[in-house]
């Protein structure tokens, strides 16, 4: 990939790295956590300092606490954090760890809900916080090329000014970056139409785990470039393969006109067929999201009146595109979401009430936070055809093991997220809560879906992937580990 070269001012002489292929992620390692006596400890610090600078790195164990893990429940606290401002440091960074024999964990902004960015094998975190600058924004050819700890929502921002924004919105945009998007190879509510990051990453530059720096991909609008296609196998990856350091993003432009619809139904499955019947009638909505009642009596709240009181589930659905067309959508969406039982369809007025229906819908987790101190989300997928179905076993799950759950998620995609609200504080309950969590997992799985539709595997679904996956299947992904990372230095623990 053609994407301009920082100074990477790389301090440390190759011939120093010599580590032995054997880390925390091959087998015959055992996965040990690597404990280094203080001399060794206080010596890499020391070195690790010269590479980045004294402040920026983090040894205290109070400090070290922040980066024990991600918004899922697994801790392990790292022997260092690193807050490195190049790609060069970076690479410097990666070749003093593998010298000391320390695995790697790539971090963005932790808000990975999988356990992705916990180092579950200690060793030193590199988070890209310091990373974050905008390189170039091409509004011409529409692309941006970005640093990896830039916060999702500020490229949408930058590219505001341009007619563009960039289309993969999670719900935690104003915190994850994009370095843990392409990791995690995030959805969000507006991945329905325009698909989810995969699609829209161009090229990338990334460090290897044995510290050389590469570009792939390519910088031109379309996504062709020769060679095997490095940035597609890299997104999604959940930093084992290589630390992003760079990524080349497509940008999107506006839409001439927005409708947003909320539709308010009486029963989770008059909703569920609805968002079928949507979709059936060859209407891909820019978002179709679903909110049940649990859901909106905490955002009711949590300060947003304009989520009804009384109802079971509640559909928000956008569609866009240029003026006559959008209208026509609107109608039919309308007049089907009338068919099948909504109790009532509002539009929304202006383009304030929109923003603040969206603005409830990404705070979604965040209001649940009100009802109860810890919560444990789901991410299956499920064919859409079998949304009720499945919907109906959580409900019945919950009656059954005296449990909250709540959902909201992105029905047009079929992407569940049932969401255990729990207080970990109760004996034994958590342990209760993982079980529930196992067999909502499985019952997507038996409806014909599959484990992750945008958190990943990490730490959480590890232990389920042969249910998805034959053992050659899973020695095939092991293949592609094995020419990246044969030792499993970086992000150990993570299949
Ligand atoms: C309130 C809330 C709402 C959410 N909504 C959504 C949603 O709608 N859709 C969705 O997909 N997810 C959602 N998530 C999950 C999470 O925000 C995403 O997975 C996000 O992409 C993680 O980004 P991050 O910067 O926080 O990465 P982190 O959590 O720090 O890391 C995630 C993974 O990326 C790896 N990584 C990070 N940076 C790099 C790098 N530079 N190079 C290589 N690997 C790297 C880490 O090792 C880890 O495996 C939500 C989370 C929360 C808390």
């Known amino acids: 990939?053609?994407?301009?070269?920082?100074?990477?001012?790389?301090?440390?002489?190759?011939?120093?790295?010599h580590t032995p292929s054997l880390g925390p992620g091959s087998p015959a390692y055992g996965g040990a956590i690597p404990h280094p006596d203080e001399l060794?400890?206080?010596?890499?610090?020391?070195?690790?300092?010269?590479?980045?600078?004294?402040?920026?790195?983090?040894?205290?164990?109070?400090?070290?606490?922040?980066?024990e893990g991600d918004g899922y429940m697994a801790r392990s606290r790292p022997l260092a954090v690193c807050l490195p401002t190049t790609t060069g440091q970076v690479s410097d960074a990666i070749r003093l760890a593998r010298l000391y024999g320390f695995p790697v964990t790539p971090r963005g902004a932790g808000t990975g809900l999988s356990g992705g960015a916990t180092p579950i094998h200690g060793g030193l975190v590199i988070a890209t916080s310091r990373m974050s600058k905008i390189r170039e924004i091409d509004a011409e050819n529409m692309r941006a090329i970005v640093e990896p700890g830039l916060v999702n929502i500020d490229l949408t921002r930058a590219a505001e000014p341009f007619g563009l924004y960039f289309a993969p919105d999670p719900s935690s945009q104003t915190a994850s970056t994009i370095g843990g998007n392409v990791a995690e190879n995030a959805g969000g509510?507006?991945?329905?139409?325009?698909?989810?990051?995969?699609?829209?990453v161009l090229g990338m530059e990334a460090v290897l785990v044995d510290g050389t720096i590469v570009s792939c991909g390519t910088m031109a609008s379309s996504p062709d470039a020769p060679g095997y296609d490095f940035?597609?196998?890299?997104?999604?990856?959940?930093?084992?393969?290589?630390?992003?350091?760079?990524?080349?993003?497509?940008?999107?432009?506006?839409?001439?006109?927005?409708?947003?619809?909320?539709?308010?139904?009486?029963?989770?499955?008059?909703?569920?067929?609805?968002?079928?019947?949507?979709?059936?009638?060859?209407?891909?909505p820019a978002a179709l999201e679903f909110v049940d009642g649990v859901t909106i009596g905490a955002l009711r709240g949590g300060g947003f009146p304009e989520y009804p009181e009384g109802v079971e589930a509640l559909l928000l659905v956008e569609v866009e595109g240029l003026s006559e067309a959008c209208a026509e959508d609107a109608r039919q969406v309308e007049a089907l979401l009338a068919q099948y039982g909504a109790r009532e369809v509002r539009v929304a007025a202006s383009v304030a009430e929109r923003q603040r229906l969206w603005r409830g819908r990404k705070g979604a987790l965040g209001a649940l936070g009100r009802l109860a101190p810890n919560y444990y989300i789901q991410d299956g997928v499920v064919p859409r055809s079998r949304l009720v179905e499945v919907l109906t076993k959580v409900q019945d799950l919950a009656k059954r093991e005296n449990l909250l759950i709540a959902?909201?998620?992105?029905?047009?995609?079929?992407?569940?997220?049932?969401?255990?609200?729990?207080?970990?504080?109760?004996?034994?309950l958590t342990e209760r809560v993982i079980k529930a969590g196992e067999e909502i997992l499985r019952a997507c799985?038996?409806?014909?879906?599959?484990?992750?539709?945008?958190?990943?595997?990490?730490?959480?679904?590890?232990?389920?992937?042969?249910?998805?996956?034959?053992?050659?299947?899973?020695?095939?992904?092991?293949?592609?580990k094995r020419v990246f990372d044969e030792g499993g230095w970086l992000n150990p623990g993570k299949p």
């Open 445 to 480: 799985i038996d409806a014909g879906g599959t484990l992750s539709g945008e958190h990943g595997v990490g730490l959480e679904k590890a232990a389920y992937l042969d249910w998805v996956m034959s053992p050659a299947d899973r020695a095939t992904q092991a293949c592609v």
């Open 231 to 284: 940035p597609g196998i890299l997104t999604g990856s959940e930093g084992t393969l290589a630390f992003v350091t760079a990524v080349c993003v497509r940008l999107m432009p506006r839409a001439e006109t927005v409708r947003t619809v909320l539709a308010l139904f009486d029963t989770f499955n008059d909703a569920g067929a609805a968002t079928s019947a949507i979709i059936q009638a060859g209407i891909i």
């Open 189 to 200: 509510p507006h991945c329905l139409a325009y698909g989810v990051t995969t699609n829209h």
């Open 407 to 428: 959902n909201v998620f992105h029905a047009g995609d079929g992407n569940l997220h049932p969401n255990i609200l729990y207080d970990a504080r109760i004996p034994g």
């Open 1 to 17: 990939m053609r994407i301009p070269q920082p100074d990477h001012g790389a301090t440390l002489a190759p011939d120093l790295v």
């Open 40 to 67: 060794t400890r206080a010596r890499f610090l020391s070195q690790l300092r010269g590479i980045v600078g004294a402040g920026a790195v983090v040894s205290e164990p109070a400090a070290l606490v922040s980066y």
